[in-house]
């Protein structure tokens, strides 16, 4: 959505549509044009200069579109990835210089509630927020989410807000049948298809990384489930500071399976394992609940964290709603 409405901005001959066929329009769509800049969530910077922290965010950034290149049907960032000081400041360097083209220039944003860390230290957020109150002349700024709440308010009141429906079940299919290699099963398709709820995207991410998340998070609900003992055991079992994008994938996991549960309460067919105590609820309420205090955790992992004490402590508060 945010490179077609670049193109959009761009296009040569404009419309109600982009026409995907000028210039500008190929070469948004090759991520090759001078003038759109895409933010996308990387790794934090491991030099303790400023100056050589925004180098490295660029030299990032242009890893990933180089990688982007060759496989446009990319798959979600690392569960750490962030938009951190230096890739802000990389985005306020860029917006300072004038546009190679002589037109419009499109910043895009994507994955923009990743710029803010923890709470405790929005200075990411922040500094962008001011460049939002002032944009530089001819210049558009398009920031993606699926977590609009995360954002802070003062940058959501200074944006227009599109929110985008979801695609058929057919149309998703269809887009798997044609792009995705190797092709999937039969049985595969219906099931990915299902799990995808009209996203491509998440139908793209919803391979074998996402199958392991979910049966973590199905294994961590039942140890939960069965009483205390067992939830302390599995915490200590996760890895303290290895392998954190897999820790929040799994966060998100539970989350989602805590979601088809309650879908279950409400007559809904289950698209995805469920363990069986989690469907003896006659409403989603402590579902509801439950999600809430797992959508915390999701945001305290951001920061630095503990993995183990942060599932220990979520653990207690399941148990409590559950």
Known sequence: MGLWLAQLVLCQQPGDEPCGTCRPCLLVTGLSHADVHWLVPIPRPKASDPDKQVDEAGQAIAGVFEERRGNPLYGPADG???????????LQRQASLTSVEGGPRVFIIGEADRLIA??????????????????????????TTVEPRLLLPTMRSRAVSLRLGRLTDTEVSGFLQTHLRPALSAKQLSQRVARAEGSIGCALSGGDESDKAQQAAQQWLEAVLAGPGQSLERALKQPAWAARGGFTAMLDAVA????????????????????????????????LQAMEHVADAREAAWGNVNPQILLAVLGEELAEVL
């Open 80 to 90: 750490m990835a962030t938009h951190g000081m230096a890739s802000v400041r990389l």
């Open 256 to 287: 989602e399976t805590l979601g088809e549960a309650a879908r279950g309460t409400l007559g809904q067919p289950v698209r995805r394992p469920v363990p069986p105590a989690l469907l003896r609820y006659r409403s989603p309420g402590p579902l």
């Open 118 to 143: 923890q709470e405790s230290s929005p200075d990411a957020a922040n500094a962008l927020l001011k460049l939002l109150e002032e944009p530089p002349p001819g210049s558009v700024f398009v920031l």
